[in-house]
């Protein structure tokens, strides 16, 4: 059974819309990441949690904002979607700072 | 990203052969991972290495940070090898990884 739960697998939005990634892990971790994948591009560092607050922030657009209700939860909301977002999106968890990180299997994101 | 030089970018190996993935890093990393994005898309975990060698099964990795590279060997490679294999590596703040673009390695009969 997977760990990480990304939800959805695959989701279309059309420009201008807003749409939430859902990320939920439950491998005991206390921190919680979102890396995003763009076509022919390696993964890329998006923001990095630790007991819920925000500790890395390397996204330059304010559309992206996550959101932890629960220290398990991982939220992603995307504002004013663009054809440039599209892009898979990867949650991944970690017990503590500078430990294994564990990855979901992503969320395919298409904007139209 | 820039940080990251992975090669080969595609390698094609016969079963029963091995050979080795390298990643370079242009700065001093702390630690690198390894993993293998298998048929569904996930990532799975491979090798963390803070410094030295790991070995688990037929594979094997190498982590130098003052020579600045790692590398993942394979041996006796099977069939269900194939897959493409990133390697990801942080500086001193490691929750921010830099992946590289990915090994495509395709083991045949």
């Known amino acids: 059974d997977p760990k990480i739960i990304q939800k959805p697998k695959y989701l279309v939005a059309v420009t201008g819309s807003e749409k939430i990634l859902i990320c939920e892990q439950y491998?005991?971790?206390?921190?919680m990441y979102w890396y995003r994948q763009s076509a022919k591009k390696p993964l890329e560092f998006m923001f990095s949690?630790?007991?819920?607050?925000?500790?890395d922030n390397q996204t330059a657009s304010s559309r992206f904002q996550p959101q932890s209700s629960k220290k398990n939860h991982l939220d992603l909301q995307i504002t004013a979607l663009k054809p440039d977002d599209s892009a898979t999106y990867f949650c991944a968890s970690s017990m503590g700072d500078a430990e294994t990180l564990y990855f979901g299997s992503g969320t395919r994101l298409t904007v139209l | 990203g820039d940080q990251v030089e992975q090669s080969p970018s595609a390698l094609s190996l016969h079963e029963g052969t091995g050979s080795a993935l390298r990643c370079n890093f242009t700065?001093?990393?702390?630690?690198v991972q390894w993993f293998r994005k298998n048929s569904r898309g996930s990532l799975i975990n491979l090798f963390y290495?803070?410094?030295g060698t790991k070995e688990n099964g037929r594979l094997k990795s190498a982590f130098d940070s003052k020579e600045r590279y790692s590398t993942l060997h394979i041996r006796d490679a099977q069939l269900e090898d194939s897959g493409t294999y990133f390697c990801a590596a942080g500086m001193s703040n490691y929750n921010v990884l830099y992946f590289g673009s990915g090994t495509k390695l395709t083991v045949e009969p």
């Open positions: 290495l803070a410094s």
């Open positions: 491998l005991g971790h206390n921190a």
């Open positions: 700065t001093t990393m702390r630690a």
């Open positions: 949690y630790s007991y819920q607050k925000l500790m």
